[in-house]
């Protein structure tokens, strides 16, 4: 059985810092492009944003504009965990963190984790 399980959420106050973490059970992540969405307050899931990613190799990176230079991906492929670190926090950044991998192409799925909710107020 293939999961991904988030872990690291939290209340934080505005310029504050929190990692997110996100385990992988049933496959070996390094095999595959990871990436962290989120969903804000009162938005549908189809409106989830993009907020990071990582390659299967594991040294290209990318970040939404709007966490460029704030966030950033990374992996420990040893621990089969996919982190993101958040600094610099903003009340914007209130949100549930999901982490996803697209596993479609030798699984047949789309995996999401349950989401790990971030709260960014004073």
């Known amino acids: 059985q293939v999961q991904l399980v988030e872990s690291g959420g939290g209340l934080v106050q505005p310029g504050g810092s929190l990692t997110l973490s996100c385990t992988a059970s049933?496959?070996?992540?390094?095999?595959?492009?990871m990436s962290w969405y989120r969903q804000a307050p009162g938005k549908e899931r189809e409106e989830r944003e993009l907020?990071?990613?990582?390659?299967?190799?594991?040294?290209?990176?990318k970040s939404a504009n709007p966490v460029k230079g704030r966030f950033t991906i990374s992996r420990v492929v040893a621990k089969n965990t996919v982190y993101l670190q958040m600094n610099s926090l903003k009340p914007e950044d209130t949100a549930v963190y999901y982490c996803y991998v697209d596993l479609r192409h030798d699984r047949d799925l789309e995996l999401w984790g349950q989401g790990t909710l971030v709260t960014v107020s004073s």
């Open positions: 049933g496959f070996t992540l390094s095999n595959y492009a």
């Open positions: 907020v990071a990613s990582i390659s299967s190799a594991g040294h290209i990176t």
